[in-house]
């Protein structure tokens, strides 16, 4: 079935300093990548889905990258700030295994003022 | 607003007692997940539904049971709580496929078996 690796596992930056996280799969059949954040104590929030036909989406402050010939998904936080800080989840969607979500095992990211 | 909500949002359990952790959605998804969530496993998938009257085993089910009696309601079952199933419990609904695939999370069952 299909495999998420994640990283790095563990992530600090400056405030202000960009922050990359990436996430190679092995679906090529893999068609929805999501990136979520979950704050202590709580659930998982999406951040931004991407659909396979997209190779770049910018929304506030956030940038996602696929590269489907790579199989890799990555998320770059640019200007990030203190409250960034989580941990962040990749996941994709739509392979062989259609009904199934699959995700990373998580970057815990600290943004130091 | 569409929403998932789990209950209870804690729970201490005895060794070999049963629990059972409620999810509902109103989401109208077809799709219903359960993971567990450990300090380095990231999320793991114990069982999920396809809608209501079925259940299908995740990656580690063991100990576990799963019942999808409504579109909106899957439970999560452990007949004899061990102290191995400590973790904390995320439900989710959702449905592949689509330019607007989602998935929403409930804000997690943390569960302590002593």
């Known amino acids: 079935g299909e495999q998420v690796e994640q990283r790095p596992p563990h992530l600090s930056v400056p405030e202000g300093d960009s922050a990359v996280i990436i996430c190679t799969y092995t679906d090529s059949a893999t068609a929805y990548f999501y990136w979520y954040k979950q704050e202590p104590g709580a659930g998982l929030q999406l951040l931004m889905s991407v659909f396979s036909n997209v190779d770049r989406k910018e929304e506030q402050g956030l940038t996602v990258l696929l590269n489907k010939k790579d199989k890799q998904l990555s998320l770059n936080l640019t200007a990030a700030h203190p409250g960034d800080s989580a941990v962040y989840f990749c996941?994709?969607?739509?392979?062989?295994?259609?009904?199934?979500?699959?995700f990373g095992d998580g970057t815990q990211l600290v943004v130091k003022p | 607003e569409a929403a998932v909500t789990q209950s209870p949002r804690n729970k201490v359990a005895v060794t070999g007692g049963k629990v059972t952790l409620s999810c509902n959605q109103t989401?109208?998804?077809?799709?219903m997940y359960w993971y567990r969530q450990d300090t380095g496993h990231g999320l793991r998938l114990i069982h999920y539904s396809y809608g209501a009257g079925s259940t299908e085993k995740g990656d580690i089910p063991d100990g576990y049971k799963a019942s999808r009696p409504s579109q909106e309601n899957f439970s999560l079952i452990l007949e004899l709580a061990t102290p191995s199933q400590t973790s904390v419990y995320f439900c989710a609904s959702g449905d592949a496929g689509g330019a607007d695939s989602d998935y929403t999370f409930g804000s997690g069952t943390r569960l302590l078996v002593i």
């Open positions: 989401n109208n998804h077809n799709n």
């Open positions: 996941a994709v969607s739509g392979g062989n295994n259609n009904n199934r979500i699959f």
